[in-house]
């Protein structure tokens, strides 16, 4: 493409990307002069399908500080934001380093979780919002949450995940903020019963102390590829915190498998994602590397961790005081780029690494894929906000204060024409019995990666059986993993399933074809996983199968039904697939990533649970 580049010396260099639109915003609040932002999210509130805008407040930092408002812009979908705060959330103001986005009820609509950032100072509660099904929101802490709410922490960093392998999903936080050294227990973890009713459940490790403070972020990924969901708690000081999770929500202390940051260092916004396209997820952190430059750490697929900066990394800036980074395919080239979010040095600007597909990165002179601001970002999040395919961002402005920034895909920038990607998936072969009905989880990859996984439109099973084609949704469970059911098929059947994905610009991709049989009898499965095998399919995007291991079961829904199978394909005799789900009922949509307008335009079929 003519805006990116590689020159003969192999140096990145760039245009200007993505400008900066002031009139984007009607109301930047607080007296129209912008608040302290430490935290942004992207997400379709309303489900008119387009995207809209969360703005978390709280002024200080580190510090007990001010409440703020809780800021909610809703997109028109041609790239302008009105301030409906008012509206959505009654004006609520307090002190928000983060909250979770996503849908915890399964009725399509995300919502929100707002947990209190200072030690529930001035009687400060945390609070849950339930979205109404308009983009306007309802506090509902007192009777979902634990004990009305209980008594606050200091939410550094919150997330919805299925944390405990039931499909839907639960919240993990990690409170300290503020506090300085952390404490044997400074992590919450509330399951989900399916509606969206918490309870205190899982089992954390004894803390980090004396090697760790203040929680700043959390990031939930699948880091060894066994089909749960773990856990990075990144630390403002100190070493962050690596956690392997059991499939029930249990967690082992992993630190000693990942990179070691110095302790002089500050960081506050990881980016996680698949760098040298291998499969497996990879992680950056702010400032850990020498010269204050970004620290890259490559998995070795297994969740050991190996920092490789110095080998893969030119061009970037020393010293910059930078605030985070995110991946995402800035040049429309298959592989994922690193947009870096910064404070005040390196000119006050935005800039991007750009990868070589093979996780090798090279930053531009110039630096100047973002119009220069001189702002001072603490954190950013992308979309196409304005309908015309291209990346968009928005970036949140903290220490110096001032409007969220609103950048717009020049018409240099190609539009987005990548399918998304299915990388993994689990794998059912053989003869099953004639009531099997197995749960299946796949791994998607697509153009950006938010803190809610990869923003897409919709991800279903596609079956095909006899010659006639079904769908059955498919729902987000965190980091970049989708879960779905296949009914049972009568007597003889012969099923083909694939994993399927469609981004918010229409690109529709699916995996390889899986075939299996229904024979009647135990219902055995491999236990395997697809992967990332050049084979194109039918759907568009590139995957394989991948056979040669056998996964073990890791929660006791998995172990239901199945011997000596690795338990990875659920199901049970009963037809409930070992989590309490019935195939003859329907069910809602549990991903606050899948808009409602796009699944009824699939005509999925539609499972509940019980």
Known sequence: MAAVALTASGTASAAELFTYTPAAVDDAGCGGAGCWSNYIRVADLDQDGALDIVEPNYF?????????????????????????????????EGRLRQVAVADITGDGYPDIYAPDGFNGSQNATDVLFINQGDGTFIDEAETRLPEGGGAPGSAGGVRFADLDGDWDLDIFVADGYGQGSVGDTYVRIFLNDGTGVFTEGGTIPTGAEGVANDPDDVDIFDVDRDWDLDVLINMHGGQSQLWLNDGAGNFTDATDNFTSQPSSGFHYNPGICDVDNDGDLDVW?????????????????????????NARVNGNISGADDNGVACADVDNDGDFDAVIFNLFGGGGVERVLFNDGTGNFS?????????????????GEAGDFDGDGRLDWVTAQGEQSGPLRVYL???VKPVDEQAPEITHGEVVEGEQAEDFSPWLRFAVRDEIVNDSGPLLDAAWISITVG???????????????????????????????????????????????????????????????????????????????????????????????????????????????????STDSDSPAQGGVLGLLGLLGLGLLRRRRD
């Open 467 to 581: 010659g006639e084609e079904e769908t059955t949704e498919a729902w987000f469970l965190g980091g970049d993993l989708f879960v779905g059911q296949i009914p049972a098929q009568a007597a003889g059947a012969e099923v083909t399933y694939a994993f399927c994905a469609r981004d918010r610009a229409g690109n529709e991709g699916c995996g390889e074809d899986i075939v299996y049989t229904i024979e009647g009898g135990a219902a055995e499965t491999t236990g395997e996983e697809t992967t990332g095998e050049e084979t194109t399919t039918e759907g568009g995007s590139e995957s394989g199968t991948d056979t040669s291991e056998e996964s073990e079961s890791d929660t006791a829904a998995d172990e239901v039904g199945t011997e000596d199978t690795g338990g990875d394909a659920m199901a049970d005799e009963g037809g409930d697939a070992g989590c309490a789900c």
């Open 363 to 379: 930053g531009s002179p110039q630096a100047d894929e973002f119009s220069t601001t001189n702002d001072a970002t603490l954190w």
């Open 60 to 92: 200080g930092f580190f510090s007990e500080g001010g409440q703020q408002p809780l800021l909610i812009f809703f997109g028109d979908g041609e790239g302008n934001f009105t301030n409906e705060s008012s509206a959505a959330v009654g004006d609520f």
């Open 285 to 309: 952190i702010d400032n850990m590397a020498s010269g204050y430059r970004e620290q890259l750490s490559i998995n070795d697929g297994t969740g050991v961790f190996t920092d490789e900066t």
């Open 409 to 411: 895909g020049a018409e």
